[in-house]
Every structure is written in structure tokens, then in C-alpha cells.
């Protein structure tokens, strides 16, 4: 699977090693671009998961605010419910689009 900004690939891991919470595919810390994202100070916290960690998307001269989004320290409840540890996994929104 790709997570895919214009013609640029931002994230790129097999669909088994990415994590689906909510309808979001979430890909590894290790299988994203980390030189294209710049940390925003945007907040929000989720009931079952914790405070996220929003990122800017930088790719041909364009910035896409608050277009990624990752948990690094879920409340660890929530691990259950997930299936798994989804520390730093990074999710996206719109302007990014997830293809195989």
C-alpha cells in the first residue's frame, strides 16, 4: 500500500504491516518519509487512544497542514482493541491518497 501526495509516494509498506483504526490506514514509523512531514502544533485528544501528533505534508513546493497524523504514546488500553502496539503508526487525511 502507498500513501500517494500528487505523483509522490509518502509512505509505502505491505497492507500486513498497516493497521486499519476507524477506516484509517495507519502505516509503521519506518515505511514513511519522515523528510517530507514537519510537526504541527495542532492538538486533539481521542477518548480510547490519546493525544495525536499532527504533521504538515511537504511535497513539490506545496504544504498539505495537518494532512498526517500519528499517536506516539496511545493510552495503552487501547492496544486491546486494536489488535496491536500502533505507537507512531502514521494515518492520513485529505489531499493524501491510500492505494495499493
Same mark, same amino acid.
Given at each position: 500500500? %502507498?500513501?500517494?501526495?500528487? #505523483?509522490? $509516494?509518502?509512505?509505502?509498506?505491505?497492507?500486513?504491516?498497516? =493497521? %486499519? =483504526?476507524?477506516?484509517?490506514?495507519?502505516? @509503521? @514509523?519506518?515505511? $514513511?518519509?519522515?523528510?517530507?512531514?514537519?510537526?504541527?502544533?495542532?492538538?486533539?485528544?481521542?477518548?480510547?487512544?490519546?493525544?495525536?501528533?499532527?504533521?504538515?505534508?511537504? $511535497? #513539490?513546493?506545496?504544504?498539505?497542514?495537518?494532512?498526517?497524523?500519528?499517536?506516539?504514546? @496511545? =493510552? @495503552?488500553?487501547?492496544?486491546?482493541?486494536?489488535?496491536? #502496539?500502533?505507537?507512531?503508526? $502514521?494515518?492520513?487525511? %485529505?489531499?493524501?491518497?491510500?492505494?495499493?
Amino acid at each position: 500500500m %502507498k500513501a500517494v501526495v500528487g #505523483d509522490t $509516494v509518502i509512505a509505502e509498506a505491505s497492507e500486513d504491516d498497516l =493497521i %486499519k =483504526i476507524e477506516g484509517n490506514w495507519y502505516f @509503521p @514509523p519506518s515505511s $514513511v518519509k519522515t523528510e517530507l512531514f514537519t510537526e504541527t502544533d495542532t492538538q486533539y485528544h481521542c477518548p480510547w487512544k490519546g493525544d495525536t501528533q499532527y504533521y504538515t505534508v511537504n $511535497v #513539490d513546493g506545496q504544504s498539505f497542514k495537518d494532512n498526517a497524523w500519528s499517536y506516539p504514546t @496511545p =493510552i @495503552p488500553s487501547s492496544f486491546d482493541r486494536v489488535g496491536k #502496539d500502533y505507537s507512531g503508526y $502514521v494515518a492520513f487525511w %485529505k489531499g493524501v491518497r491510500v492505494v495499493e
